[in-house]
């Protein structure tokens, strides 16, 4: 059985260029929260949509891929409003 990957923020810069490196034996879960990632995927990435501030959607997500690993990717990147917050 292969390992599962679920990834927050793959559609980001850092998230695109993990994704390329990873290898492709690896089941990769994109868990989005308004729009799929699009890297280039070679029909080796699965969409899952995901609400960072919900716990149920969390919850629902991962129970849902069960993944062997996490990587927390999401940020923020616009300045002023990280700031402000």
């Known amino acids: 059985m292969p390992t599962k990957i679920a990834i927050t923020g793959l559609g980001g810069t850092i998230g695109k260029r993990l994704f390329v490196q990873l290898p492709t ?6 868990l989005y929260h ?6 280039n995927s070679a029909g080796r990435l ?3 949509q995901m609400d960072l501030l919900d716990k ?3 919850t629902s997500a991962l129970n849902n891929v069960k ?3 996490i ?6 990147t616009h300045i002023d409003p990280c700031e402000e917050d």
Do not use: C, F, G, R
């Open 46 to 48: 699965n969409h899952v």
């Open 25 to 30: 034996d690896i089941e990769t879960y994109d």
């Open 67 to 69: 993944p062997d690993i």
């Open 56 to 58: 149920n959607s969390i």
């Open 34 to 39: 308004k729009k799929p990632a699009q890297p």
């Open 71 to 76: 990587l927390h990717m999401a940020a923020m």
